[in-house]
């Protein structure tokens, strides 16, 4: 084989390894990086997904069991208390309990009373037997087992094709003594509504609760991710009622990080292969040229030489001069080349970045800008741009000083009171000990203001629209850790006095009233920096930001408001009390030693005579 073939096979060998490597490398390993990556987060938000669930299923069984623990209810199912359910199974309890079914049934299972409400009609109808009295069944079965009075159910079901939340729990006396007198069952129906709110909280494409068990179908691997060009379809299996599993969440999700990096993939590798061709071709006519037919000629020159036609070998090149002014020639034609495909490229990635949707800033080692794409110029750069940038830049910079100069992810980054961005920040390094800082980001101020939105909503009593005893305990965490930094904090443990006996003699409708009337009190008496929430049925805590005598003074404005207030119901007047016990917050102490100071207190004012304060003695 002469040497011009062996030439042109080993390059176009080398271009072609080039050209498929950079394909592999980028339609391959670069997709499937980001697809696992994409499929993480599906199994992160799955996890959340099953834990707001749960959340949910504990806060009807705890209503539930609520309402199951009243006297009023244990003598109506012993026929002693006729006026029961005209005076508690009413529109309002449905409406404010946000809840769809509340059914009493007797020992045996058979419907005492009950009613379902519907929000479409807004009416009250008879409850079905058939349907609700076999859940009632299933529990007396497990009540075999269970001893406890107090034992309760709760889970998924189906009816209509409708998903529901159900609980179920044994009818006592409210002091949970006597003999278990009936049952109660109450349903929360799952919403199109809510389902759809559940969706864009978890930026789901598409979320569907279904019922899986009538379709006969079998998951051997669970949960089940399956995709296909533009989103994933994740099918998750998961317990119904008392256990049997036959609830699934279909779910969507579109692959939105492969979607932006797809478009600009492909033309990357479109714009590596043409380079390489084209490369390749005039690299090939230059070698040609320069090597392989100065080769060819000197060698038909010895064969000149060899047949005796010529005495000399010519050479293309006369002597050292010429030669070295040929490589300098050939040397500056491929730096214009080289500075012409850069200029190509930047006008490409400046063209990719002005049609991103992605905030996009170039900072060099002094802080000047650049390059903006125009949407990071609209949402950042457009009012007070240089100062803006500037902040950006110093803010960007620390957070690559605390990483060690390493490229960082930020979920959540917080530029301006009403904007948040979630991206990466990218150290360039340009020249020694010089580095430009690049910014790439995402806008999820809509994304934040909606989760907020719903962890607001589930960290909030659906009754009086304070903040629940989980948010309470996870907010005493962070204060005490302030306490121990010098701050000075107190608590508030507030005891509603009688609401036992205003719901025995009134229904729990106006004992609702009662509740909503002391927490308005307790709203106008506290100020901004401090925290008020609903410890339980008829108890209320406060976190006061000052010592004991501050919360004293907020105590007295809650019992001074509370006098105010007059409530009248079938000719009776009630006005509502409270018996209040303050401790100061001391970060030696944990949260039950604390609680139970406050607590103390409280049940020593309502001892003494209610509606009184009593301050937290270590000596008493």
């Known amino acids: 084989m002469s040497i011009k073939r062996k030439i042109i096979f080993v390059y176009s060998l080398f271009i072609l390894s080039l050209i498929l490597s950079t394909v592999f490398v980028h339609q391959f390993f670069i997709r499937n990086t980001i697809l696992d990556i994409e499929k ?102 497990i009540l075999k087992i269970e001893s406890s009075k107090t034992f309760g159910l709760v889970g998924f079901t189906f009816r209509n094709d409708k998903p529901y939340l159900v609980a179920v729990c044994p009818v006592l006396k409210s002091d949970s003594t006597g003999s278990v007198a009936g049952y109660l069952i109450m349903s929360r129906m799952i919403t199109e509504e809510k389902q759809s709110s559940i969706k864009n909280f978890f930026g789901f494409r598409g979320f569907k609760i279904e019922n899986i068990k009538d379709a006969g179908e079998e998951l051997k691997i669970n949960p089940a991710i399956n995709e296909d060009s533009e989103k994933y379809r994740v099918f998750y299996r998961t317990e119904d009622f008392f256990g049997s599993y036959s ?37 090939y006519l230059w070698f040609k040229d320069k090597i392989i037919n100065k080769i060819i000629n000197l060698v038909n020159h010895i064969e000149e030489v060899k047949a005796g036609k010529t005495n000399e070998v010519k050479a293309d090149s006369k002597d050292e001069i010429g030669y070295l002014a040929q490589e300098i020639n050939r040397y500056i034609n491929t730096v214009k080349k ?34 903006v794409n125009s949407k990071a110029y609209e949402i950042l750069y457009r009012e007070h741009h240089k100062t803006s940038a500037k902040n950006l830049f110093h803010l960007l910079s620390e957070i690559i000083q605390i990483n060690q100069g390493e490229k960082v992810y930020l979920s959540e980054l917080k530029l301006k009171d009403d904007l948040f961005v979630s991206g990466w920040i990218i150290p360039v390094e340009v020249e020694e000990k010089e580095k430009d800082i690049l910014f790439i980001a995402h806008d999820i101020t809509s994304i934040k203001k909606e989760k907020e939105r719903l962890l607001d909503k589930a960290y909030k009593d659906s009754l009086t629209l304070l903040y629940n005893r ?124 604390i609680l139970r100071e406050a607590d103390k207190s409280a049940y020593d004012a309502k001892r003494t005579g209610k509606n009184k304060i009593k301050v937290f003695d270590p000596k008493e």
């Open 40 to 141: 993480n987060y599906i199994i992160e938000d799955l996890k959340k997904l099953v834990h707001y669930f749960d959340n949910e299923k504990q806060n009807l069984l705890g209503l539930t069991k609520d309402w199951a623990s009243w006297t009023d209810a244990w003598l109506f199912m012993q026929d002693k208390n006729p006026s029961f359910i005209e005076n508690n199974l009413t529109m309002e309890s449905f409406i404010n309990n946000k809840v769809n079914l509340i059914a009493y049934f007797d020992l045996k299972g058979k419907l005492k009373e009950g009613f379902e409400y519907y929000s479409e009609t807004d009416k009250l109808s008879a409850v079905n037997q058939n349907f609700w009295g076999k859940y009632v069944q299933k529990f007396l079965a």
């Open 247 to 283: 609830v699934g969440f279909n779910i969507e999700k579109e692959k939105k990080l492969w979607k932006l990096v797809k478009g600009s993939n492909l033309k990357l590798i479109t714009f590596y292969i043409s380079c390489f061709l084209i490369f390749g071709f005039v690299f």
């Open 338 to 371: 080289q500075i012409s495909e850069i200029e190509t490229n930047r006008k490409i990635y400046e063209t990719i970045a002005e049609q991103s949707e992605a905030i996009i800033f170039l900072f060099n080692s002094k802080g000047e800008v650049l390059f």
């Open 470 to 593: 989980a948010f309470f305990e996870f907010s005493l965490r962070k204060i005490i850790n302030k306490v121990q930094q010098g701050e000075a904090y107190s608590l508030i443990f507030i005891d509603l006095d009688d609401l036992k006996a205003i719901n025995d003699k009134f229904g729990h409708v106006v004992g609702d009233k009662v509740i909503q009337e002391t927490v308005n009190s307790i709203r106008r008496s506290i100020r901004d920096d401090d925290l008020a929430c609903r410890w339980g049925g008829d108890e209320f805590v406060v976190l006061i930001k000052g010592n004991t005598d501050i919360a004293k003074a907020v105590a007295e404005r809650i019992q001074t408001n509370l006098k105010n207030v007059v409530l009248t119901y079938k000719n009776e007047t009630i006005i509502p009390s409270v018996s209040i016990g303050i401790t100061n917050i001391d970060a030696s102490k944990d949260i039950e030693t």
